[in-house]
């Protein structure tokens, strides 16, 4: 049987365009051009929002595809727990299948079930299913409908668990479609007495696929609207499946990232191997130093192939810089690693996504311009350190401040200048500036014994955003038709839908 991490995904599209008739529709771009809601595209379903809202109409009423996704920012921002754990990642490939006002519940259920127990051929016994338990200031009740359906696919009681707001109410972003969801877990360990979740979130038990109820919009003043119409939105995460097919512990040993822990390990002298630690175990942070370079070497691959700038986009620019980082001091490469490991990307995902092959000049010379600046900033920066003086607060404590040469040089500017308060305005300035996030800022201001308040960041950003919003608004819609193109062709299908030959799909 071949579990390679291609036949995974070519299986999950045989089933759902070949059986079960959805069409096929290309991953859209990481960028999120026609919405500024969200910092990346974080989700398959980002660029089916406007069918969801009811303000674009769908060509097809079902679809499915695998989606780049891109999770550092926003309601999902998993890049702090990147390389902690062995399953989430700032970049990783979202499988879905889609109905737009077709089936519902019952079908999508029901044939998430069959792929991953007959096509796949998980035993039912190490898997575990969540519903929706229900929320009294949503006000809306407990999902047993779902439980029931569950039932009557024949999982017992003990294996379909409620869960609350968090884990079973999806949302996209601050706003958007959203609606309860029911989540299937997979079991590494597969104890049978097991009877809850206890666990939830180690590595013994990992979530693998959400099947999202779409009925509501969440609006921008926070409040919660029904949708015209109800839709179904899956999302089945590729390295945690390839994982539990494969029998690995984690991602990093799987198809998808262990070529580059090999050529990380190939490429430097006197490093040792990389040994699949995790916390304390990994005492000297070189595994957790494996796994998050060849995460974001994945990241930032997918970032550039699809026109992301890190001048515009500090969360991209910050996920170069660590990655420069810990080239320099875990791996000591002195310069061009992180470049070279983006031609494995590129080997590797470029049959997958041919927009990483066109572009890998591109990709070159931002990386190439992105460590020369960063080195500059390096050189000021340490002289700048040595001046630096701390409050008695974090005089002993700034172990879990990140000393980026971008944050020294922002406490440099600070220090200088002596505000009281790190104003709205003031915070602004050192995230355009110094590509510092909120988080970054706030510690600055306890170090320095400045106030801050980030929500008037977040308020300083809407404005500006708005007024480049208005600035690019011909802009945008252009993109944005263009986009709309993809969903709607059908005649030129050659463009923009899946064709088949022996050896599999050809992608557009
Ligand atoms: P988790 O609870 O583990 O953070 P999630 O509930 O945030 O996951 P969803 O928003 O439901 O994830 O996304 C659908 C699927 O995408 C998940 O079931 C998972 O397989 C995958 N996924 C989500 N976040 C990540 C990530 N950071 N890295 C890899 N896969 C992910
Ligand atoms: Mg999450
Ligand atoms: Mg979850
Ligand atoms: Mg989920």
Redesign the pocket.
């Known amino acids: 049987k071949d579990i390679s991490s291609k036949n995974i995904r070519q299986q999950f599209l045989d089933y759902f365009i070949k059986e079960k008739n959805h069409a096929f529709v290309k991953s859209s771009p990481v960028v999120p051009f026609c919405d500024s809601t969200v910092p990346f595209v974080n989700?398959g379903m980002n660029q089916f929002k406007g069918i969801f809202l009811g303000t674009q109409v769908p060509h097809f009423m079902k679809v499915a595809n695998s989606q780049k996704?891109i999770?550092i920012g926003g309601k999902?921002n998993?890049l702090n727990i990147?390389g902690k754990d062995g399953?989430?990642?700032?970049f990783?490939e979202?499988m879905g299948n889609w109905s737009f006002g077709s089936y519902f519940k019952k079908e999508a259920c029901e044939m998430a079930w069959e792929l991953l127990t007959k096509v796949y051929k998980i035993p039912p016994n190490r898997l575990y299913v969540t519903y929706f338990g229900g929320d009294n200031k949503l006000n809306i009740g407990p999902d047993f409908e779902t439980k029931d359906i569950w039932k009557s696919i024949g999982l017992l009681d003990n294996r379909i668990l409620p869960f609350g707001i968090k884990?079973n109410f999806?949302e996209m972003g601050a706003s958007g479609p959203c609606g309860p969801?029911s989540?299937i877990h997979f079991d590494h360990i597969c104890d049978t007495n097991r009877g809850n979740l206890v666990n939830k979130?180690l590595h013994d038990l990992?979530?693998?696929?959400?099947l999202?109820f779409i009925e509501y919009n969440r609006c921008a003043d926070g409040s919660i609207e029904a949708l015209p119409k109800k839709h179904i939105d899956t999302?089945?995460?590729l390295?945690?499946?390839t994982c539990a097919l494969q029998g690995k512990l984690s991602?990093y040993d799987t198809d998808l990232f262990d070529y580059l822990i090999t050529a990380i390990h190939k490429n430097c002298n006197n490093i040792p191997k990389y040994s699949g630690k995790f916390g304390e175990e990994d005492w000297n942070n070189i595994d957790t130093s494996y796994r998050i370079l060849s995460d974001h070497i994945r990241m930032i691959v997918a970032s550039l192939a699809d026109g992301i700038i890190p001048e515009e986009n500090q969360k991209l620019r910050r996920v170069l810089r660590r990655c420069f980082s810990l080239s320099q001091n875990v791996f000591f490469k002195e310069s061009g690693f992180v470049k070279e490991l983006s031609n494995y990307v590129v080997e590797h995902m470029g049959e997958v996504y041919p927009e990483m092959e066109q572009n890998i000049k591109q990709i070159h010379s931002i990386i190439d311009f992105e460590e020369d600046v960063y080195k500059l900033l390096k050189e000021a920066a340490e002289k700048e350190l040595k001046k630096i003086s701390f409050s008695n607060k974090f005089r002993e404590n700034t172990d879990f401040v990140d000393f980026t040469p971008s944050f020294i040089l922002a406490m440099k500017e600070l220090q200088n200048t002596q505000p009281n308060e790190i104003t709205g305005d003031l915070a602004f300035r050192l995230y355009d500036t110094y590509g510092l996030d909120s988080d970054s800022i706030q510690q600055l201001s306890e170090i320095l014994n400045m106030s801050y308040n980030p929500e008037n960041l977040v308020i300083k950003m809407n404005k500006v955003r708005a007024k480049s919003r208005e600035e690019h608004h011909i802009q945008f819609n252009k993109i944005f038709d263009s986009l709309n193109g993809d969903l709607n062709k059908t005649d030129d299908t050659e463009k923009y839908s899946y064709r088949r030959n022996e050896s599999g799909y050809i992608f557009p």
């Not at 399953?87 to 700032?90: A, L, Q, V």
């Not at 990992?206 to 959400?210: A, G, Q, Y």
């Open positions: 989700a996704c999770r999902h998993d990147v399953y989430h990642h700032t990783f979202m884990d999806w969801c989540e979130g990992t979530e693998i696929w959400n999202v999302g089945l995460g390295e945690r499946l991602s």
